[in-house]
C-alpha cells in the first residue's frame, strides 16, 4: 500500500483544511515545491495535489505551482485534483508531467465526461468521491447529493478509470483516524484499486488500513498527521511495504 502525501494549494502556497472549508485553513509552507521535495526524500512514490482554489474556481488556479513541481520531480507519479472540468485541462496537465487527472464534481454532474476522459486519456483518470455517510458530496463539499459512493464508483469502474479516491469528508482534515469500514466496503464493491482519504493521523491508523489492503485499497493520502508530525511519513510508508512483504 501507497502512502501518498497531499500537498493542498491555496493562493501558491501548502496549506490544509478542515473539512473542506477555505476558511478554517492551516498554512504549512511558502514553498510548495520545497514541501514536495521533502516527501520525496523521505521516501514518497506518488504526490496527491489538490489545486483548492480551483475546485470552487471550475478551473485551475495553481496551476503553474503544479507545473514546477511536476518539472522538479519528472520520475514521480502526480496525481492532480481541483478544477478539472474539460479535456483541454487534462491534456495540459499530462503535458506538463502530472501522471493521473482527478474528476470529482464534473464526474458527478457529468458522468459522461469520465467515459469520454477515459477514451480520450486511457490509464490517466482518477474519480475522486467524497463522502458523508455515504451520500457523495460535490463543489468543494458544499453541496451533498442523493448519489451512494458505491453506485457511482461501479458505474466509473465500466468506464475504466485507474482509481477511485474515497474521501470521508467528516474526517478529512481532523485527525479523528480514517472510516475505515466504509473504505474496505468499497474496495471489495469493486475491482477497481480504491485509494483511502481522510482522517489518517497516526502509524496505529496505517497499520489499520493495512489490515484490510487486500479488499482493494492500493493507498492511503495523508496531509494534516504528516505536516503537524503526529505520522512520521518514511516510518509509515516502511511499515506499509514491511505488511505487503508479510
Known sequence: MLLIPAIDLKDGRCVRLRQGRMEDETIFSE????????????????????DLNGAFAG????GGVIRSIAAAFPDLPIQVGGGIRDDRTIGAY????????????????????????CQSFPNHIIVGLDAKEGMVAIDG????????????????EQDGV??????????????TGPNVEA????GNAIDTPVVASGGIT???????????????IMGAITGRAIYEGTLDFAEGQRLADDKAAD
Open 141 to 156: 463539499w458544499a453541496t451533498l447529493t442523493e448519489h451512494r459512493v458505491v453506485d457511482l464508483a461501479r458505474r466509473f
Open 202 to 216: 497516526s502509524i496505529d491508523d496505517i497499520s489499520a488500513l493495512c489490515e484490510v489492503a487486500d479488499s482493494g
Open 94 to 117: 499530462l503535458e506538463a508531467g502530472v501522471t493521473y487527472a482527478i474528476i470529482g464534481t464534473m464526474a458527478v454532474k457529468d458522468p459522461d465526461f469520465v467515459a469520454r476522459a
Open 31 to 50: 514553498d510548495p515545491v520545497e514541501v514536495a521535495g521533502r516527501w520525496v526524500e523521505a521516501g514518497a512514490r506518488r504526490l496527491h495535489m489538490v
Open 162 to 175: 485507474s482509481a477511485i479516491v474515497y474521501t470521508d469528508i467528516g474526517r478529512d482534515g481532523m485527525l
Open 59 to 62: 478551473e485551475p488556479v495553481n
Open 183 to 186: 473504505t474496505a466496503a468499497l
